[in-house]
């Protein structure tokens, strides 16, 4: 499972078989969702991505999800290691 810890709550994913990630917020509010089945080490998930993005590349149809997407995603990913290293709040 993995945990993350925010700044207004906690995500909690795999930790419940029935509901994989549950969102509990700093003022008690909780939401949970079922989202089918996630990959784990002991057990890998075919998500489509890898099949979605080739057969772009092949086609030339425009990809599900353009590349701005995944910087935006890298540039959380390395404030997050920022904020770690510093201990501080990184935007």
């Not at 549950?22 to 003022?27: P, S």
């Not at 701005?68 to 390395?78: A, K, P, T």
Request: proline share 3%; charged share 25%.
């Amino acid at each position: 499972s993995t945990i993350i810890w925010c700044e207004n709550g906690v995500i909690k994913i795999g930790t419940n078989p029935n509901e994989q990630v549950i969102v509990e917020y700093r003022n008690g509010n909780v939401e949970r969702y079922s989202v089918g089945a996630i990959a784990t080490n002991e057990k890998q998930t075919k998500s489509g991505v890898i099949d979605a993005f080739v057969d772009a590349l092949v086609t030339g149809k425009p990809v599900a999800v353009p590349g701005i997407e995944g910087l935006r995603s890298l540039r959380v990913i390395l404030a997050a290691l920022e904020s770690e290293k510093t201990k501080s709040f990184v935007k």
